[in-house]
T-cell receptor, first 114, second 114 residues
Framework: GAVVSQHPSWVICKSGTSVKIECRSL??????MFWYRQFPKQSLMLMAT?????????EQGVEKDKFLINHASLTLSTLTVTSAHPEDSSFYIC??????????FGPGTRLLVL | AQSVTQLDSQVPVFEEAPVELRCNYS??????LFWYVQYPNQGLQLLLK??????LVESINGFEAEFNKSQTSFHLRKPSVHISDTAEYFC????????????FGAGTQVVVTP
């Protein structure tokens, strides 16, 4: 079946630094990818929709300058958490939509900001 | 806009006993409905989905869910659980015209004990 990977799986960084998370569709082309955030013991919250070749669409309350999304190719979307702070510590999950309209989720990236 | 409500945050159940996880949704537009499972320290895995057609959908590992339009419900059931079914279960809805933008429920933690 289709696979979506995320890199890194774990990242620890200092407050004030930026962190880039990659989401790749390994065996299909994804014109649309989605980024979610999951806080401990909570559900996933959609952050933004990433469209290949165009600007991302952010959900209400998500700072686009804080969470930079780039979807430079049909198999790669990146989420950069800029000037990360401890409150940005979370589990970040991407998903990718196949041309057949099936959705696959990545394994997630756990971010800890010290 | 849509919302998804999972009525139970945690469901303890004995091995080989039946389990039902409740999910209700509300939406001003047509939605597709899903159940995802998240094992500890892993990403989301699709359990089953309702897109159209038969209101009863089944997974390969014994789970089933029934779409009830009048009650706006999509409850998940399994007649006999295994220890390995211990996980977090998420109900989700996605608009049919914005396929992939998921609204997740808060999740139900299923703990299966011998």
């Amino acid at each position: 079946g289709a696979v979506v990977s995320q890199h890194p799986s774990w990242v620890i960084c200092k407050s004030g630094t930026s962190v880039k998370i990659e989401c790749r569709s390994l065996d299909f082309q994804a014109t649309t990818m989605f980024w979610y955030r999951q806080f401990p013991k909570q559900s996933l919250m959609l952050m933004a929709t990433s469209n290949e070749g165009s600007k991302a669409t952010y959900e209400q309350g998500v700072e686009k300058d804080k969470f930079l999304i780039n979807h430079a190719s049909l198999t790669l979307s990146t989420l950069t958490v800029t000037s990360a702070h401890p409150e940005d510590s979370s589990f970040y999950i991407c998903s990718a939509r196949t041309p057949q309209e099936t959705q696959y989720f990545g394994p997630g990236t756990r971010l800890l900001v010290l | 806009a849509q919302s998804v409500t999972q009525l139970d945050s945690q469901v303890p159940v004995f091995e080989e006993a039946p389990v039902e996880l409740r999910c209700n949704y509300s939406s001003s537009v047509s939605v597709y409905l899903f159940w995802y499972v998240q094992y500890p320290n892993q990403g989301l895995q699709l359990l089953l989905k309702y897109l159209s057609g038969s209101t009863l959908v089944e997974s390969i590992n014994g789970f089933e869910a029934e779409f009830n339009k009048s009650q706006t419900s999509f409850h998940l059931r399994k007649p006999s659980v295994h220890i390995s079914d211990t996980a977090e279960y998420f109900c989700a809805a996605s608009p049919t015209d914005s396929w992939g933008k998921f609204q997740f429920g808060a999740g139900t933690q299923v703990v299966v004990t011998p």
